[in-house]
C-alpha cells in the first residue's frame, strides 16, 4: 500500500491541471500554538469551491514549539487537511520530532545546496533509504486509516513530503542541482529571506526573476513549485504564474488586520467591510 495525505492528493491534482490557477494547492501559516483556531479556520464549508488542503504549522518564527506538534497534527489532519511542520533549522533531530508527532510533511529553512538538500531527504527516511530514527508511536494517530506497525513502517518514506525553502542568493544559484535531488518535493520561496539575502526590495527585478528562476527549475525537474503569499491578490497573481502551491496569508494578519478594521469602522474612520470581510464571529 501506500499512504495518501491530503497534501499529497492536492499536489497531483495540481499538477495535473496545471493550466488551471484555481487547482493549485492552498494552504496557510499557523503561527500560533491553537488546535482551536486551526480547526475554527478548517472545519465545515469553506464557502468556495476549494478548501484549504494544508496547513504550514511555523515553529520556525511563530510561538510554536514540538510540544504543540501531536495536538495541532491531529487537529488538522482530522479536518481533512494535512499539517506540514517547518522545523527551525534542518537538522535530524528536529525532523524526526515533527515526524513521530505525526506531521504530514516537514519544511526546512534556508535551503542552499543540493548537499542541504540530500541530507534533508535522508533525515525523513528510515534505513536503508536514509537515517530517521525508530518510535513512531504517535504518528499514524493523525494518518486516518494507517494502522501502526508494518502498515505505516513499511510504507511512510514515501508518504511524507519534503518542502526546502529556497530563499538564499546560494540557494538560487543552486537552485537547478536542488531540484534535481531525488526525493525533493517541493521547492518552497520565502520571498521575505530571500529580498533581505539577496539584498534587494520584494518585488523588484531582481527578486522577481530569482523566483522565475525557481519556479523553472520547478517545472524542469518534475517538482511542486511554492511560494508564501501574503493575502489572496498576491496569491491568485502566484497561481496564474504558474505556482501549484500556496501560502494564501497568515493567522495574525487576518486577525490583527479584521480586528484593527473592524475597530476603524467602529470609530467612523472607514467603511463595512474594509477590515475583516467578514460578518460572523
Ligand atoms: C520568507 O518569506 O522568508 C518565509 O520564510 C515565509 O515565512
Ligand atoms: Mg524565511
Known sequence: ?????????????????SS????????????????????????????SSTKFSWVLVDAEHGLISDYHYYEL?????????????????????MIKRALDAGAHGIMTPMCHTADDATNIVKYTRYPPQGTRGYGPMFAPHSLPGVNPGP???????????????IESRSGVENVEKIAAVE???????????LAKQMGVLRGSE?????????????????KIAAIFCTDGVDSRKRAEQGFHMISVTTDVNVIRGGMLGELKVAVGEAGRGSGSGGSGY
Open 1 to 17: 500500500m501506500s499512504i495518501t495525505t491530503p497534501i499529497r492528493s492536492s499536489l497531483q491534482a495540481a499538477s495535473a491541471s
Open 20 to 47: 488551471s490557477p484555481s487547482s493549485a494547492a492552498f494552504g496557510f501559516w499557523l503561527t500560533l500554538p491553537s488546535s482551536g483556531l486551526a480547526k475554527t479556520i478548517l472545519h465545515g464549508s469553506s464557502g
Open 73 to 93: 497534527n491531529n487537529a488538522i489532519s482530522s479536518t481533512n487537511a494535512s499539517p506540514i511542520i517547518r522545523v527551525p533549522y534542518a537538522e535530524e533531530w
Open 151 to 165: 502498515e505505516y513502517d513499511d510504507n511512510i518514506n514515501d508518504g511524507v513530503t519534503v518542502c526546502v525553502q
Open 183 to 193: 526525493g525533493i518535493d517541493v521547492l518552497f520561496i520565502g520571498p521575505f529571506d
Open 206 to 222: 531582481e527578486h522577481e526573476s530569482a523566483i522565475q528562476r525557481v519556479l523553472d527549475a520547478a517545472r524542469k525537474y518534475g
